[in-house]
């Protein structure tokens, strides 16, 4: 299988590294060299560890020889699954999949990472819904088993059952749902993240007290705050404005401390300052 991979940010590498180490042929474009540049360390710093670590079958230069890196969406034309990778953004990644219906070959399918937009006005600006799905890995890709797979209202049986078969080949656990804002896991997981943000701003504890007593309260293996820097807030706010205006209630309203950290370019780990330094 041709596996395509659009966005090199922390999403898109951890998608090209998995498929690759699972014996995949990968391509990954970004529109700037430099972020490709990233994301091929980011790759490579990963396999190294998971080497040492003796959990890959092969050596890691193996795996990185199985993907390539472009700025030309062109040469995904070939691809029989490109699953998209980039910014939040709806407008953005609409744009992105009107020009992907064009190039990748008509049986090819186009699947999308995103953590909320609409499955379905994706795959309408596609132009092929029947071949499209989504495909929603979890950070860190290489660690996290599942991944979420979004139907939307065409999509084919056989489309679903190429990508379900194609994450299990991948080592993930694949379950499926249907095309509602967040899905499940961001449905009930960001609610809980902004809650946490919204407990800061009304100073109900320190971030390291939210933390904590999620952590060792409730045995999450990370606090709120933590996993919010380590999503980037931005996505954090794009997830929580898709699911208030999707769901028209405002228990899902994005609270006001997190819209104003995005606004100041503080976007947790990725930008290097969130609730915490890095
Ligand atoms: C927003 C969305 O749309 C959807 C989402 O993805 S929501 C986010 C979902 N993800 C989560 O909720 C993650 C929550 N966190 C966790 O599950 C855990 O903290 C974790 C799996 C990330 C790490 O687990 P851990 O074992 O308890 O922590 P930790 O000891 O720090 O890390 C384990 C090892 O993995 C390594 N590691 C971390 N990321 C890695 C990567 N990408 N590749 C290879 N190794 C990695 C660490 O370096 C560490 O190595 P050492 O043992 O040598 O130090
Ligand atoms: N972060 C997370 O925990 C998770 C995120 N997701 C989803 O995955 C997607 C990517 O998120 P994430 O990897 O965190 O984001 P990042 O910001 O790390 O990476 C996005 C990458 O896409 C690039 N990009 C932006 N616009 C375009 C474009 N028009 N064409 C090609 N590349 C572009 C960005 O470049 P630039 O730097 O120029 O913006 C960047 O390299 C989002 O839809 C997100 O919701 C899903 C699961 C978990």
Known sequence: MKFGVIGAGQMGGGIAQVAAQSGFDVIVQDVQQEYLDRGRGVIEKSLAK?????RLSEL?????????FTMDLQDFADCDLVVEAIVENQAVKNALFEQLGGIVKPEGILASNTSSIPITALASASGRPERFIGMHFMNPVPL??????????????ETARIVTATA????????T???????VSNRILMPMLNEAVQCVMEGVAEPEAIDG????????????????????LDTCLSIMEVLH??????????????????????LGRKSGQGFYKY
């Open 168 to 175: 299990q080949k991948m080592g993930k656990t694949p379950l």
């Open 213 to 232: 007593i999620m952590k060792l309260g409730m045995n999450h293996p990370m606090g709120p705050l933590t996993l919010a820097d380590f999503i980037g």
């Open 60 to 68: 890691p230069d193996e795996v990185l020889g199985r993907i390539r």
């Open 245 to 266: 205006a999707g769901l028209g209630d405002d228990k899902y309203r994005p609270s006001p401390l997190l819209r104003k950290m995005v606004q100041a370019g503080l």
């Open 177 to 183: 749902c249907n095309d509602f804002p967040g899905f």
């Open 144 to 157: 996290m088993a599942l991944v979420e797979v979004i139907r939307g209202y065409a999509t084919s049986d």
């Open 50 to 54: 998971l080497h040492e670590k003796g």
